[in-house]
T-cell receptor, first 114, second 115 residues
Framework: DQQVKQNSPSLSVQEGRISILNCDYT??????FLWYKKYPAEGPTFLIS?????DKNEDGRFTVFLNKSAKHLSLHIVPSQPGDSAVYFC?????????????FGTGTRLTIIP | DAGVIQSPRHEVTEMGQEVTLRCKPI?????LFWYRQTMMRGLELLIY????????DSGMPEDRFSAKMPNASFSTLKIQPSEPRDSAVYFC?????????????FGPGTRLTVL
């Protein structure tokens, strides 16, 4: 039972354009959401997060949007750069688990076309 | 800071053999996590420790899997006997506080192939 879903296994975007990665979740008890980025042969690295009390969080070229009613979040990258080519994982945590556990999606491979 | 260190980086073994994966967390971190990455299921949390004590092992797939943390600087994940379906990339991660998990630092992973 996949509680965090990334339905697009891959995405290709032209350099300079906007990349939009999507994530859906089923557990309404999730209250904190994160995006991780992973390059080949490396471990995932934290990118950006958002609490359920917000609907948007921005960090430079990266913005995460949260729609609680739709149980949906998205990561926007503007403008996209070749170095953004990686696998992106969406993750969620439950406050009543003390926040240590993360539930990850299956990932979306983003390719930026020069 | 060397980051989280995992060994070996690659492991190829035959079905039925014992496999031991190793992890050295970042010094000072008091949480350690073991994850498994597969194409079908993404990143799954297998087990995590706090101050060397296992807190939640509900993600461990079956009794063939076991994990230990004998001290703050070392942990092992053992599979005995190994099966082809165990083939995956196994990640270790560590963090230095409870609370929000944006401070989990991942190692480079061990790619396990069971023939």
């Amino acid at each position: 039972d996949q509680q965090v879903k990334q339905n697009s296994p891959s995405l290709s975007v032209q350099e300079g354009r906007i990349s939009i990665l999507n994530c859906d979740y089923t557990n309404s008890m999730f209250d904190y959401f994160l995006w991780y980025k992973k390059y080949p042969a490396e471990g995932p690295t934290f990118l950006i997060s958002i609490s359920s009390i917000k609907d948007k969080n921005e960090d430079g070229r990266f913005t995460v949007f949260l729609n609680k009613s739709a149980k949906h979040l998205s990561l926007h990258i503007v403008p996209s750069q070749p170095g953004d080519s990686a696998v992106y994982f969406c993750a969620a945590s439950l406050s009543n688990f003390g926040n240590e556990k993360l539930t990850f999606g299956t990932g979306t491979r983003l390719t930026i076309i020069p | 800071d060397a980051g989280v260190i995992q060994s070996p980086r690659h492991e190829v073994t035959e079905m039925g053999q014992e496999v031991t994966l190793r992890c050295k967390p970042i010094s000072g971190h008091d949480y350690l996590f073991w994850y498994r990455q597969t194409m079908m299921r993404g990143l799954e949390l297998l087990i995590y420790f706090n101050n060397n004590v296992p807190i939640d092992d509900s993600g461990m797939p079956e009794d063939r899997f076991s994990a230990k943390m004998p001290n703050a600087s070392f942990s092992t994940l053992k599979i005995q006997p190994s099966e082809p379906r165990d083939s995956a990339v196994y990640f270790c991660a560590s963090s230095h506080r409870a609370g929000r998990t944006d401070t989990q630092y991942f190692g480079p992973g061990t790619r396990l192939t069971v023939l």
